[in-house]
Every structure is written in C-alpha cells, then in structure tokens.
Nanobody
Framework: VQLVESGGGLVQAGGSLRLSCAAS????????MGWYCQAPGKPRALVAS???????NYADSVKGRFTISRDMAKNAVYLQMNSLKPGDTAVYYCNAVDLGRIYWGQGTQVTVSS
C-alpha cells in the first residue's frame, strides 16, 4: 500500500489548508486512516483519525478547527484545517491500517506564519 499526500504549504495564521491522502496498491480493507504531525524536536503525534464507519477522533488542540473526512471508494482521506496557528507548523503524515499492517505517507510540510 502506498500513501501519497498533497496540499501542504505556507499560510498565514488564521488561514486554511486542505490536505489530501490517496492510498493505492494492494489494498484489502483499510479500516483506519489518520493524520499525524511532527514538529522539529518533537515526537510524531496524532492529529485526527477516522474509522471505516466514519467515526472521527481529534487531538484536543485541533478540535473545532480541523475536520477529517474520508472517501471509501477512493481510499482517500482529507484534513480540512481552519484557523491555523503557528503552533500547527509541522510535517503532516498520512497513516492507514490495512489488515493490521500500518502504512505511512512521505509527509507534507505545513508552515503557518504569524
């Protein structure tokens, strides 16, 4: 399974970005997809996740600002990020679990300027 992210970039504080991640390859049954972020010097941390049933989960720091969604037919997951803050600056990674195996994308940089 390969995961390809897109949509990162540079944005001013208060702005918005939409990240996309598409899965391809030998996909059997992806039952979990999510977004993680990693800032310099910090461990990778969950931003948001969504189950095959559509149940979302968010880190407290992004609740009310970020929205995760999923297109099961396209094996894709999206992250709409609004009201961005400089503290959101990080590399964002897409994650998927397929038959118990964990896959990661290559990451996309999100930079929020003050």
């Amino acid at each position: 399974v390969q995961l390809v992210e897109s949509g990162g970039g540079l944005v001013q504080a208060g702005g918005s970005l939409r990240l996309s991640c598409a899965a391809s390859g030998s996909i059997f049954s992806i039952n979990y997809m999510g977004w993680y972020c990693q800032a310099p010097g910090k461990p990778r941390a969950l931003v948001a996740s969504i189950t095959s049933g559509g149940t979302p989960n968010y880190a407290d720091s992004v609740k009310g600002r970020f929205t995760i969604s999923r297109d099961m037919a396209k094996n894709a997951v999206y992250l709409q990020m609004n009201s961005l803050k400089p503290g959101d600056t990080a590399v964002y990674y897409c994650n998927a679990v397929d038959l118990g195996r964990i896959y990661w994308g290559q990451g996309t940089q999100v930079t929020v300027s003050s």
